[in-house]
């Protein structure tokens, strides 16, 4: 028989498939069961047959000779994972099963990005010459190795005696947190050691005098790093969701943790905040604040002068005075009740069928026993647990622990058609001692309701993950432009931790030295700032003074540097909070444009004027 060209042997492969699967689908739809399956089974053997043959005839085309390699190791790892099975031991067998599938994954991902990288563009030449050399390099490979291999494993890591809720979010915590650690290592060790290297081998000097300037170097240097990161974002997250579903196959303890599972983690949850009934309430305690400062002789500058308006006062300050206005509304005196209202619900009652009240109550002094007695009503009506569960259905709010965050369910058809929803608290704790009860602005009390879907929200989150990879890649090419490739490592760890800790870093440099409030305007902040600075000096307090000029080098860096935790998708996803469009635009702006962009300036600038044979350390 004369062998047909690779492609008609393509071809004709996958019209044998489809016609299969068509004479399948339309035997079973006219209930021919024993035809579909007779059917069935010869277009797969002669699919088999086909594919045998075309790798037979064309083992010597590359292409053939790769598919034919993954296909003989794919049913080399199925024999295997069905003896694991076969043995009893289901979970080696499943995550035999997940690390292959990954890797074959892997593999014809970086086929279809090299072909990507094929035009003959100078940039998208170094790119593809990156993919070859991280694949070639151990240090790369190693993380490549350890990502498609943990990632199956921590489904089993999991104690399968807690509640299944409790499973799914620890492997996605975990999960998801490895993925952006190997990831971010993985991106400056290799962003750093690619241009270090080339630069001290002389490589770089046969690129460099080819059509291609520095900075499309650099360019299609970054352009191979995200590409590398994209196909691995996705490999991962397709297998996140892989084992999202056998976790959720697994047992649930019980109704109210298969329904917790699915509402409360394998969802997009938004929230709302309470708002009062009447603001006028709110109005008249702000105002009196503000009444009471400016008698006491408060700074005119920030909180006006007596008979002046209310607009007549410094902004930060304006937001502090009503913050502790909403802290006093947010308190419950013993004996005492206040009804919340939560607005803009509209799109909840077709959303799903429950609701999430998150609520963390906090009293001074709780009962000996260290629980809190609270009483709920949903729309002047008892409030009734809807859970179905025999110990939970149609109970009351019970005693919770004091200073802990609790969660009650509430129906989606409690929602008014306005979209409100009205909820009063009562404190019913004084027969046993209870104090006021507080909740705290923000994140005390809030309600949760469902707006998408996991799979969008996670690829959402990647999405986040990959715009936060790209600024890292970028200061990893920018440091080996002038530095040697431990050194380069070292700054762009430092440049991470920072990033990564920038709300603790901010925390810490506040407690470390104090510097004028914020409520201060900025001209003036930075007066005070310096006058302060020239007295301790002049005190002959060198130390504080020391504290003070380490707190603005500290202010400045963490001003440069992106704050990465604002844009850390792996707590909302792992929770089912919605990663929604602000934080993904918000990274792109603050993270993919104005950091990453800064940083390539800088680098172009310092790679273009530099003299290439000039050795680094």
Not at 71 to 100: H, K, M, N, P
Request: aromatic share 12%.
């Amino acid at each position: 028989m004369k062998r047909p060209r690779p492609s008609v042997w393509w071809i004709s492969y996958l019209v044998i498939i489809l016609v299969t699967m068509g004479l399948w689908f339309l035997l079973q739809g006219q209930g021919s069961a024993l035809m579909a399956s007779l059917a069935y089974l010869a277009g797969s053997i002669g699919a088999f047959v086909w594919l045998l043959a075309g790798l037979v005839w064309w083992r010597e085309n590359p292409w053939v000779a790769k598919i034919a390699r993954i296909l003989i190791l794919t049913w080399t790892a199925g024999l295997i994972a069905g003896f694991f099975f076969q043995l009893g031991y289901e979970s080696a067998a499943i995550v035999f099963t997940g690390a292959w599938g990954m890797a074959v994954a892997f593999m014809l991902g970086l086929e279809l990005l090299r072909l990507a990288f094929s035009p003959g563009w100078a940039v998208l030449g170094v790119a593809r010459t990156l993919l070859d050399e991280a694949i070639r390099m151990k240090m790369a490979l190693i993380f490549v190795v350890m990502l498609l291999l943990l990632v199956p494993v921590l489904p089993f890591m999991l104690g399968g005696e807690t509640r299944l809720q409790y499973r799914l979010e620890s492997f996605l915590t975990y999960a998801l947190t490895l993925i952006s650690t190997l990831l971010a290592a993985m991106t400056i060790l290799l962003a750093a050691r690619t241009v270090s290297s080339e630069l001290t081998d002389r490589q770089a000097f046969l690129t460099l005098t080819k059509p291609v300037s520095r900075s499309g170097y650099l360019a299609g240097k970054w352009i191979g790093i995200m590409g590398l990161n994209l196909l691995l974002l996705v490999v991962s997250g397709v297998g996140v969701i892989s084992f999202v579903k056998v976790i959720e196959r697994t047992p649930a303890m019980d109704a109210a943790d298969f329904i917790a599972s699915k509402e409360q983690v394998l969802s997009a949850r938004a929230s709302a905040e309470p708002v009062p009934i009447d603001n006028s309430a709110l109005q008249f305690d702000f105002e009196e604040r503000l009444k009471d400062l400016r008698l006491r002789g408060g700074d005119p500058r920030i909180y006006g002068n007596v008979g002046d308006p209310i607009t007549q006062v410094n902004p930060a300050q304006r937001s502090a005075l009503q913050l502790d206005a909403l802290r006093q509304w947010m308190t419950i005196a013993p004996r005492n009740s206040t009804t919340y209202r939560f607005t803009g619900l509209q799109a909840a009652k077709e959303a799903g069928p429950t609701l999430q009240l998150k609520f963390k109550p906090k009293a001074a002094s709780a009962a000996s026993d260290g629980m809190v007695r609270l009483a709920f009503r949903v729309n002047d009506r008892p409030y009734a647990n809807p859970l179905p569960d025999p110990d939970l259905f149609g109970r009351p709010i019970p005693l919770i622990r004091n200073n802990t965050f609790h969660t009650a369910t509430f129906l989606t058809e409690d929602i008014r058609d306005d979209g409100t929803l009205d909820l009063t608290i009562t404190n019913t704790g004084a027969d046993v001692g209870q104090s006021a009860i507080s909740f705290k602005p923000g994140e005390g009390l809030e309600l949760f309701y469902k707006v998408g879907g996991f799979e969008t929200n996670l690829a959402k989150g990647l999405l986040v993950m990959w715009i936060r990879l790209g600024f890292l890649a970028a200061v990893g090419l920018a440091a080996a432009t002038f530095l040697g490739f431990p050194t380069a490592c070292l700054a762009c760890f430092l440049v991470y931790f920072a990033a990564v800790g920038s709300d603790y870093l901010g925390s810490s440099l506040a407690n470390y030295a104090s510097i004028p409030r914020d409520e201060v305007p900025w001209w003036d902040k930075i007066w005070l700032t310096v006058g302060k600075l020239v007295q301790h000096l002049k005190d002959g307090e060198l130390y504080d003074g020391f504290k003070l000029v380490v707190r603005l080098i500290g202010e400045g860096f963490t001003f440069v540097v992106p704050p990465m935790s604002k844009y850390s998708p792996t707590p909302l996803v792992a929770y089912g909070r919605v990663v929604d469009n602000s934080m993904v635009l918000g990274s792109l702006v603050r993270i993919g444009l104005v950091s990453t962009g800064v940083v390539a300036l800088f680098a172009a600038f310092v790679f273009g004027r530099r003299e290439v044979a000039k050795v680094t350390v």
